[in-house]
């Protein structure tokens, strides 16, 4: 993902996460599945977890199958994109960028 954005001309280096980590923990404490989900965790304490990106992500899956209008898809995209961008920070973190 990150080359991707770097193939693009995207500088990462000064982007932010468009969705606010309260509007995603809204998001996430709307669609969790229990106390055991990801989403659940994430709505508690606001904190990304790169170990749990791939329950993030088939949990969104799962809530956008369930979406009953385009607003919630809309807000479960943005919510995956969300996590997407969180992944690509802590790679370039990793990466000393």
Not at 30 to 48: C, L, P, V
């Amino acid at each position: 993902m990150y080359y991707l954005c770097v193939s693009l001309n995207i500088n990462i280096k000064t982007m932010e996460n468009p969705l606010t980590i309260k509007l995603a923990q809204e998001i996430a404490s709307e669609w969790h599945s229990g106390q055991n989900s990801a989403f659940y965790s994430f709505a508690s304490t606001g904190k990304y977890l790169p170990e749990k990106q791939d329950e993030y992500l088939k949990e969104v899956e799962t809530c956008l199958n369930e979406a009953k209008d385009n607003l919630q898809r809309l807000r479960l995209k943005s919510f995956k994109t969300f996590f997407q961008l969180e992944k690509i920070f802590v790679e370039m973190e990793e990466l000393g960028l």
